[in-house]
């Protein structure tokens, strides 16, 4: 009898993830016309969507009406994308109506770098409050004790030799 291997897989990245929403119409739009995914499936019976993420084989969000119960959970998912893309994210979101936000909520205009990473990352929040990052992991050597600080504080910061 040959023996089992019992090594977990490697894990590549995260295929899906799941939001619970109050009004799944008003989620579908957020999701869809500000954020511009793709619908892939809607099944009205289960108050559900499904919205692709990029390339249909690597990502997709679920979301889920739950209704308007007082306890709501507020969750994050953080969407990679390119640096530009970032950069340029503060001015988007104000375009389509959504307040860019700094790591801790507070109104922020331009991203902020999680130096112990590091990477460049803008956040918002959906219409049910849940955190929506876009993040871009950067090629330069972490820097654990510039914390987390607007990116134009990252580009300005003595450099260390390494």
Request: proline letters at 7%; glycine letters at 8%.
């Amino acid at each position: 009898m040959q023996s089992v291997d019992p090594q977990m897989p490697d894990i590549t990245g995260l295929y899906e993830t799941h939001l619970t929403v109050s009004d799944l119409q008003r989620s579908i739009g957020f999701y869809r016309d500000i954020l511009k995914l793709e619908v892939a499936m809607i099944i009205e019976s289960r108050n559900v969507a499904f919205l692709w993420i990029g390339d249909k084989r690597t990502s997709m969000l679920g979301l889920w009406e739950t209704g308007s119960a007082p306890l709501r959970m507020r969750l994050h998912i953080a969407l990679r994308t390119s640096l530009d893309d970032v950069i340029r994210s503060a001015a988007a979101l104000k375009a389509n109506g959504v307040q860019p936000k700094g790591f801790h909520g507070e109104p922020l205009d331009e991203p902020v770098v999680v130096g112990w990473m590091p990477a460049v990352s803008q956040y918002f929040s959906d219409p049910d409050g849940h955190s929506i990052e876009f993040i871009h992991v950067l090629e330069e050597a972490a820097d654990p004790g510039f914390g987390v600080k607007p990116y134009s504080q990252w580009l300005a910061r003595p450099k260390t030799a390494v």
